[in-house]
């Protein structure tokens, strides 16, 4: 119990995970239909298996190279509690299961029409679930499709809010947060579950009090209010301490800039504060010189930047504790109504963010500069997923290209792009060159499984040498920023990835920098957190 008449703090080493059905909330968790497939395949496959076989599992999760794969991270002695969760999955929701099975119902539906006449008489064959929330179509070579109605789904019964919780850890040396894509969250002692939805106000205010003192009695107030699970008691989570941040604090026509981990960059004039692609890490004892956390952003956000919708550039755990504290966020548009590119700006509008889309090469004015939305190329195993752009931000005169995972596959771009965008101060790319199978992410989508030659094939890769060598040879920067490789091992349970020196991505990394060095470009491979000089 926390005291009556006193103030408490989100202690600095608690970690926050924001979850759907017990497994860690990444966007596509968020769309009724997208969140359908992923529990209804991936999650349930994962956990049968794990039942069918757990010592194969627990086996699997001491080998390192396995990162990233699909073993459950639990012990032997939670076979029961995962047991459960497919019960659950299969007995009481019946929405989700029936959602999924819609999917491949309708896809089969529409396999079979292949004359090229009119698809109208197969509207009475969409199943039940899915009437009146899908409009049917043809492409010019008389493909047929058909487009999910985004809005109309999350204000119906399909949009489930009741299976959203949040889950509270401690940071600890000995336990590592297991990979977001293997592994549920089973509410063990190491941490307390709390039935809150993420729109919840009193979960705002839980989250708040990473930098704003909330009395002891509301905060007993509000664990009392909700079911609860798992041994951690919330007195632990809370420390009457302020966490003490070093925020930035530019003088008139200055421009800080800082690299605040993965793809994050924060840019900070005395009148405007914008992050782009934030992934914020929790401090621990071993991390704190390594790492900016909450207390070090500033109080106030003017925009948050994001890139494209995958788990790491995106990511709900870092958006909803910078939620109280942010006016924007600006996302790229898409084609709306895909299955694989479900709308990033309906996903946060639902999770309570004020939004605007920005299409390609759309600029949003700012006092000293401007954000523009540049296309984005490839690393998304060719799927039609337009939900992706690079931005370029210029402010008092310096031009930055945060290019994350943009994946240069046609050199052309670029030479169209340095005649619009002209001199480019900093030029930030992903090198992620060997991304996983498309299929790593996006399977669970598919009705029928691609052959091993299609997923080996379509990869989630960002530039190598080549790309990255003719990016900065058509735009010419004065610094080059490699990063969003996934190296801080305080991300490993989101990126699933383990490097060796000798790993393609980072011997790509390291000839971009000796082309760097060779041609007088100042240029760094940034992990972790650096303060940079423009
Ligand atoms: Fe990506
Ligand atoms: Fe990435």
Redo the contacts with the bound molecule.
């Keep these: 119990m926390m005291e009556n008449g006193k103030e408490y703090y989100l202690r600095e080493d608690v970690y926050f995970e924001p979850l759907f059905n017990s497994w860690y909330a990444w966007p596509y968790l968020i769309p009724p239909v997208t969140a359908a497939r992923y529990v209804s395949k991936t999650h349930k496959r994962i956990m049968k298996s794990f039942v069918n076989n757990s010592k194969l599992h627990v086996l699997a999760n001491k080998e390192n190279v396995l990162t990233g794969s699909e073993f459950l991270d639990a012990s032997e002695n939670q076979v029961d509690v995962v047991k459960t969760l497919i019960d659950k999955i299969e007995h009481d929701l019946p929405v989700i299961e029936d959602l999924s099975q819609a999917i491949d119902k309708l896809e089969e539906v529409l396999r079979g029409h292949i004359s090229g006449e009119s698809i109208e008489y197969l509207y009475e064959r969409i199943p039940d679930i899915l009437r009146g929330y899908v409009e049917l179509h043809m492409d010019l070579n008389h493909n047929v499709s058909y487009r999910l109605i985004e809005p109309l789904l999350y204000q119906s019964d399909l949009y489930q809010k009741s299976l959203q919780s949040v889950s509270f850890g401690l940071l600890d040396a000995s336990l590592k947060r297991p990979f977001v894509f293997s592994t549920p969250r089973l509410a063990d002692d190491a941490h307390i579950q709390i039935q809150l939805d993420f729109t919840s106000d009193d979960l705002d205010l839980l989250l708040t009090s990473r930098d704003v003192a909330v009395s002891g009695e509301k905060l007993n107030e509000i664990f009392h209010s909700y079911p609860t699970c798992g041994g951690l008691g919330h007195a632990r989570l809370f420390t009457e301490d302020k966490p003490e941040g070093q925020r930035l604090e530019p003088g008139t026509n200055e421009i800080s800039l800082r690299f605040v981990g993965?793809?994050g960059f924060l840019l900070q004039t005395d009148d405007v504060a914008i992050l782009v692609d934030p992934l914020i890490a929790n401090k621990d004892s071993e991390n704190r010189d390594k790492i900016f956390s909450y207390a070090d952003l500033p109080q106030k956000i003017d925009y948050i930047c994001l890139t494209?919708n995958?788990q790491?550039?995106i990511n709900l755990e870092t958006l909803l504790q910078l939620r109280h504290r942010t006016d924007l966020v600006l996302v790229p548009k898409n084609n709306g109504g895909s299955l694989p590119d479900p709308s990033m700006r309906l996903i946060l509008q639902t999770l309570g963010f004020k939004v605007r889309e920005l299409d390609d090469m759309e600029q949003l004015g700012l006092n000293s500069g401007s954000i523009t939305a540049i296309p984005f190329l490839g690393?998304h195993g060719d799927l039609n997923v337009r939900s992706k752009c690079a931005w370029l931000l210029k402010i008092h005169g310096k031009a930055l290209f945060m290019g994350?995972?943009s994946s240069n596959i046609d050199q052309r771009l670029y030479e169209h792009l340095k005649k619009l965008i002209g001199k480019v101060d900093v030029l930030a790319l992903?090198m992620?060159c060997v991304g996983a199978p498309y299929t790593w992410l996006y399977g669970a989508l598919h009705t029928e499984t691609p052959s091993r030659k299609i997923r080996e094939s379509r990869r989630l890769n960002?530039s190598d040498f080549e790309q990255a060598k003719m990016m900065i040879n058509a735009f010419g920067p004065s610094q080059v920023y490699i990063y969003?490789l996934?190296q801080e091992h305080w991300y490993a349970h989101l990126?699933g990835i383990n490097y060796e020196d000798d790993s393609r991505q980072i011997t790509e990394t390291q000839r971009t920098l000796e082309y760097c060095q060779e041609a007088g470009i100042p240029a760094e491979n940034l992990v972790g957190r650096r303060e940079l000089q423009l």
Excluded: I, L, R
């Design positions: 993965h793809a494209h995958h790491d550039h690393e994350a995972d992903g992620e960002g969003a996934g990126m």
